[in-house]
């Protein structure tokens, strides 16, 4: 079998230009997942009933459903309560909802795996329950945190070339452009694959610089902001 460069050569921009709207899209679906992420669980955690059940719904469809009939009913189902929007906000819409699902469940995780005494010391010296998340929850959750959301990014990234069933010009897409113009699918779809290899290896090792860094050579205790290991007493009575 001989391979066609050209293919590669001729086509790099709009493989380029995939990539590009491909971390694009995963940028908004990150910080938009993230955002319903900490939301949801923070409400989950109040335990409130109606609020909890809404939440658990939530969960449940959108890991019980295949992503690509997520993005079915978002994009078809928004004109059929009026409201007419491009492919790629509807796809963008679907895949946040989607990261968010399973960002709340990392949150929710983190935050109950800690000791409870913590939260009731905070509480005990008045802190407020924000003052009490920023200073004393938070920074503990974050390490921990790290290694899940980044499978759960790379997995998004990966899922995001279901956009192309509804034209969003992300990299899935732009490789059936090319492949529709040369009829090389075996050249295009292994430079697709390398694309997608590479930007979900880049975050990896991004992760494994953080953890590094700051994962295993640092104790929950010294994670706390300063202001709370001022007020705390960590050894042995905040993590009973």
């Known amino acids: 079998m001989t391979l066609d460069p050209t293919v ?12 590009f ?18 939301v949801c669980a923070a409400l ?3 335990n409130i009933g109606p609020v909890r059940a809404v939440i658990t719904v939530y969960l449940a469809l959108m ?3 295949p992503f690509i009939v997520i993005v079915f009913l978002v994009h078809f189902g928004l004109p059929a309560f009026g409201m007419r929007t491009p492919a790629i906000v509807t796809g963008t819409v679907a895949l946040t909802l989607f990261a968010g699902a399973y960002y709340v469940e990392i949150i929710r995780g983190a935050v109950e795996a800690l000791p409870k005494g913590q939260w009731e010391s905070a509480r005990a010296i008045g802190m407020s329950p924000v003052a009490a998340a920023r200073h004393v929850i938070v920074p503990q959750i974050i390490s921990p945190s790290i290694p899940p959301i980044v ?30 113009n040369t009829f090389a699918p075996f050249e295009v779809f292994i430079t697709v694959a390398l694309i997608y290899w590479a930007i979900t290896m880049l975050f990896h090792m991004l992760a494994q610089a953080y953890d590094r860094r700051f994962g295993a050579s640092t104790g929950r205790s010294s994670r706390m ?16």
């Open 8 to 19: 590669i050569t001729d086509y790099w921009p709009l493989f380029v230009q995939g990539a």
């Open 21 to 38: 709207l491909t971390l694009r899209l995963a940028a908004i679906a990150f910080v938009g997942g993230m955002l319903i992420g900490a």
């Open 44 to 46: 989950s955690l109040l």
């Open 63 to 65: 890991r019980g459903i």
């Open 151 to 180: 499978n759960c990014t790379m997995t998004m990234i990966k899922e995001s070339s279901v956009l192309s069933a509804i034209t969003v010009s992300e990299l899935t897409y732009q490789g059936l452009i090319v492949q529709g």
């Open 225 to 240: 902001s300063p202001i709370a290991a001022r007020y705390l007493s960590i050894d042995g009575k905040s993590g009973t």
